[in-house]
């Protein structure tokens, strides 16, 4: 599944603008999915406001965010333990854990000092993103694989 998303919607509304409510969704994304047999029309998504992360590159100093946001149009991945993530990783099958999610890409913003800073918006399943936020091993694999999202998303879209 991928969310296609209205930039101009987020940047009013999503990272920068204060601090939001937890009740209050992020503007409307559509979706359509990755393998399609037939067309279908983009579906309409209002994904929940979750956390935004803040990275910053150590050798030029430069911040990204990462905008996480959650919703249950977006598939789960496995309903794993967290005894069966840490022996996932640790294994030489860590790469078969798959986390559907969708990626806005990345756009420029400024920060709360007024400095350019490059965010990237990204959705999971509400479920999920429970996980993340509940179980410290769910969290650090997420904020792992984000900061590879970060890193691909930086060389392919500049």
Known sequence: ????VDDSALKKKFLLQGEPSLDEPLPALRTTPI??????????VVPNIGKCYKYRDEKSGKKYFLNLCHTDE????????????????????AD????????????????????SCQVF???VSTQFFSKIVTEPLFGDFFLKCSQQLVKSEIWTCF
């Open 121 to 123: 918006d990204v959705a």
């Open 1 to 4: 599944m991928r969310l296609d």
């Open 35 to 44: 393998i399609q047999e037939e067309q279908t029309a983009p579906k309409v």
């Open 74 to 93: 977006i598939p789960s991945p496995d309903d794993i333990s967290a005894s069966e993530l840490a022996d996932l990783i640790y294994s030489s099958n």
């Open 96 to 115: 078969t854990y798959r986390i559907p999610l969708s990626s806005g890409g990345v756009h420029e913003e400024k920060d709360k000092a007024g400095e």
